[in-house]
């Protein structure tokens, strides 16, 4: 009995169930939602927010409360930046890339610098980094849109690379695989975990739990700038708060795959499964007509349903 119970709290498990049952639903609710060519669209939607949901990822994983509620607005500076370097010219991609994930890194660090030596709460750092951004973004834009994305970046994002498949899910198929390797198999994954788990016992250990906290922080802000870069190349231009609308569920995502919120337990696999699981949700809710509010009540609500299933001392490890 215990084991069927164990089994039916299985984040993976739930999340995987959830997926085909959300298929399944859409596709009574509206004949042809589960086509092929749906189905990729929704993927590559679901790429972009699993790609910005794995810095978040990381940073819930170091526990102590952590969280970047700043994602959003580094995911807009992103696609700025991303903009302005492109402007139209292919040529200009790889800078584009290197200066967006670069200036998300920065950010990170600061964020990082502030939880951990400054001891300021990660929910009031990252909130405040994002005012910041946001306001800056503002004067320097001075809400504009500007920059475009290149021709090549859009179809590398939105059109087919190889079998009908866009680039993008393969670069977050080797983000997930490479996210999975580092956390199973390297000394710096199992260092996230025990400082997650038991930050004193792991500074016993002599793991520099603050370095790599810091550096938890600043992944999560080259994520968050690599997402921008991204989004830019789905939408073909970018404006101040592009990326806004990720950050509730990047959180989402991150607790329907199974991480604990205190940190120390979880996995990106399961975060990857949660990030599709939310896209069809939202997807389905669109076909419903409900209006944003809507969605937004049952993002929240299904957030709290799933720290009562899973429990705030939930230990998974994938």
């Keep these: 009995m215990n084991r069927f119970v164990d089994l039916a709290k299985n984040p993976l498990l739930i999340s995987s169930v959830a997926i085909l049952a959300l298929l399944v639903i859409g596709e009574l609710v509206s004949p042809g939602f589960a086509r092929g060519d749906q189905i990729v669209r929704l993927l590559t939607v679901s790429a972009i927010l699993g790609i910005a949901a794995a810095g978040q990822n990381l940073v819930i994983l170091g526990g102590r409360e952590g969280i970047d509620l700043s994602i959003g607005a580094v995911?807009?500076?992103?696609?700025?930046?991303?903009?302005?370097?492109?402007?139209?010219?292919?040529?200009?991609?790889?800078?584009?890339?290197?200066?967006?994930c670069c200036a998300g890194f920065l950010i990170g660090l600061v964020n990082g610098l502030g939880v951990t030596y400054l001891r300021i709460p990660p929910?009031?750092?990252?909130?405040?980094?994002?005012g910041v951004i946001q306001g800056g973004?503002?004067?320097?834009?001075?809400?504009?849109?500007?920059?475009?994305?290149?021709?090549?970046l859009m179809a590398f994002v939105n059109r087919s690379a190889f079998l009908g498949i866009p680039g993008i899910l393969f670069v977050w198929a080797?983000?997930?695989?490479?996210?999975?390797?580092?956390?199973?198999?390297?000394?710096?994954?199992?260092?996230?975990?025990?400082?997650g788990s038991n930050e004193n016992a792991a500074v016993l250990t002599g793991l520099p739990a603050r370095r790599i906290r810091v550096l938890?922080?600043?992944?999560?802000?080259?994520?968050?700038?690599?997402?921008?870069?991204?989004?830019?190349?789905?939408?073909?231009n970018s404006f101040?708060?592009?990326?806004?609308?990720?950050?509730?569920?990047?959180?989402?995502?991150?607790?329907?795959?199974?991480?604990?919120?205190?940190?120390?337990?979880?996995?990106?696999?399961g975060t990857a499964l949660g990030a599709i699981a939310l896209i069809l949700l939202q997807s389905v809710l669109t076909t419903l007509n409900l209006e944003f509010w809507g969605r937004q009540v049952i993002f929240?609500?299904?957030?709290?349903?799933?720290?009562?299933?899973?429990?705030?001392?939930?230990?998974?490890?994938?």
């Design 240 to 269: 101040i708060s592009v990326g806004d609308q990720y950050v509730l569920p990047s959180v989402i995502a991150v607790v329907i795959g199974g991480t604990s919120l205190s940190g120390g337990a979880g996995s990106y696999t």
């Design 216 to 236: 938890l922080y600043g992944l999560a802000g080259l994520f968050g700038g690599f997402t921008g870069v991204c989004v830019i190349g789905y939408t073909g």
């Design 137 to 152: 973004l503002v004067v320097l834009s001075r809400g504009v849109p500007s920059g475009n994305a290149a021709p090549a």
């Design 75 to 100: 995911i807009s500076l992103g696609a700025v930046i991303a903009g302005n370097v492109m402007n139209g010219s292919d040529a200009a991609i790889p800078l584009a890339f290197a200066a967006a």
């Design 174 to 195: 080797a983000i997930v695989v490479l996210m999975a390797l580092m956390l199973k198999r390297t000394r710096f994954g199992w260092s996230i975990y025990a400082i």
């Design 300 to 318: 929240g609500v299904t957030l709290l349903l799933l720290m009562l299933l899973y429990g705030r001392q939930a230990r998974l490890r994938v």
């Design 123 to 130: 929910l009031v750092m990252t909130l405040g980094m994002m």
